[in-house]
């Protein structure tokens, strides 16, 4: 199965929304194999947006996810970076759908509450820059054959 990187931005965490949005994906079916609580820095940051760098608004960016603490998590399942970017919704609250994440609790383009990995790639490059190894889980939760039918549990 696949593994993905969420993280509840300072946004998430300082608006108490961090129970529903792990509620969310817990409900979905989708299987927690690692979650902490870090605070980022610049050097981190600077790897992880290394696309954005250069835009005006990377030093607004870089306060907004240093503001608080963060809680990253690793979520797994079938097709787990597809499905977990569906549900954050695009980047810009306003924009983003009703019954995503941000659609749901965000009007910003900046305070957009989580981080979802865009690509399985990505996901692997992001775990190993949020986790240590030990820090992810594998297991198999005892409801997995209510969740997946025999064949797609062993993607
Ligand atoms: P990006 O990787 O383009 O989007 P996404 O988070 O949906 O994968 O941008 C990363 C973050 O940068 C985004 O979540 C919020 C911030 N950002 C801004 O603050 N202003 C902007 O105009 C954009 C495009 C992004």
């Known amino acids: 199965m696949e593994q993905t990187l969420v993280i509840i931005k300072p946004s998430g965490l300082e608006r108490a929304l961090t129970g529903?949005?792990?509620?969310?994906f817990q409900s979905k079916g989708l299987i927690i194999s690692g979650l902490k609580m870090m605070q980022l820095d610049e050097k981190i940051l600077r790897e992880h947006y290394a696309h954005l760098v250069d835009k005006p608004f990377f030093p607004s960016l870089l306060a907004s996810m240093m503001a608080s603490p963060v809680i990253v998590?690793?979520?797994?399942?079938v097709d787990a970076v597809a499905v977990v970017?569906?549900?954050t919704g695009a980047t810009n609250g306003r924009k983003a759908a009703p019954g995503t994440i941000r659609g749901d609790f965000s009007?910003?383009?900046q305070e957009n509450i989580i981080h979802a990995s865009d690509s399985p790639e990505n996901a692997q490059i992001e775990l190993?820059?949020?986790f240590r190894a030990g820090e992810i889980f594998?297991?198999?939760p005892?409801?997995?054959g209510f969740v997946y039918s025999p064949d797609e549990r062993n993607q």
Do not use: C, H, T, W
């Open 20 to 24: 529903q949005i792990i509620s969310r």
């Open 73 to 77: 998590m690793a979520l797994k399942g």
């Open 85 to 87: 970017r569906a549900m």
């Open 107 to 109: 009007m910003s383009g």
């Open 128 to 130: 190993n820059r949020f």
């Open 138 to 140: 594998d297991y198999k």
């Open 142 to 144: 005892a409801n997995i």
